[in-house]
């Protein structure tokens, strides 16, 4: 049985770039305990809010993980969750000693600066219009990917297929998947398409 599950990515232990197969440790709301997460993300990033559906396994090396079907991730809101998440490295340009400035700066608002107003970052020690480019470069490409997996999902695309068109398609993933769906089935492995009884066509996995 599936169930809902949140949280916030604490740490990354285990990610595959080619797949999205990820492990993650995620401080889940109302638990004491980290909980171990596995499953196909896209650039997950500590400090992100992980919003899941799955099912708990019981692993006979590492004991009980939830294991992800879907996934939705969204930018935290707290000033822990965004040094966390701005100093994780997701962000070229910006380490953890420069993301605890800019947060020390802006505190809630620092993802409203920097997707706003970034050029407010210049009055952040040790940021010029050299670094504040390269941010602004790094926040697009990440919207991007957001933006493509949040499509891809709304389409009850797996999260574990998501990540295969992203890896395919890139930034046009949203076009190919609109103007001509049936590429995929010839694109990527393991997706084909099924006809249901109303005759409108989904997408399923080839087994």
Not at 15 to 43: C, P, W
Not at 105 to 114: K, N
Not at 140 to 163: C, N, P
Request: glycine share 10%; hydrophobic share 35%; no cysteine.
């Amino acid at each position: 049985m599936l169930t809902d599950l949140s949280g916030q990515i604490e740490r990354i232990t285990y990610t595959n770039d080619e797949t999205g197969f990820t492990i993650a440790r995620v401080k889940v709301y109302g638990q004491k305990d980290l909980v171990t997460v596995v499953g196909h993300l896209m650039s997950p990033a500590p400090g992100e809010i992980l919003n899941m559906r799955g099912e708990w396994v019981n692993h006979p090396k590492f004991g009980e993980q939830f294991k992800v079907v879907e996934s939705k991730t969204t930018v935290p809101a707290t000033v822990y969750g965004i040094r966390k998440y701005l100093g994780s490295g997701l962000i070229k340009g910006l380490g953890p000693v420069m993301a605890g400035r800019i947060v020390k700066q802006f505190g809630e608002q620092t993802l409203d600066v920097i997707e706003n107003e970034i050029e407010k970052l210049s009055r952040v020690n040790g940021i010029g219009k050299k670094r504040i480019a390269m941010i602004q470069k790094a926040w697009d490409e990440q919207k991007e990917i957001r933006d493509v997996m949040l499509f891809l999902q709304s389409h009850e695309i797996s999260s574990g297929y998501a990540t295969k068109i992203f890896k395919q398609y890139g930034n046009r993933s949203i076009a190919v998947v609109t103007d001509n769906p049936y590429r995929l089935a010839t694109d990527i492995f393991g997706i084909g398409f099924t006809v249901s009884p109303q005759n409108s066509d989904s997408l399923k996995s080839r087994t």
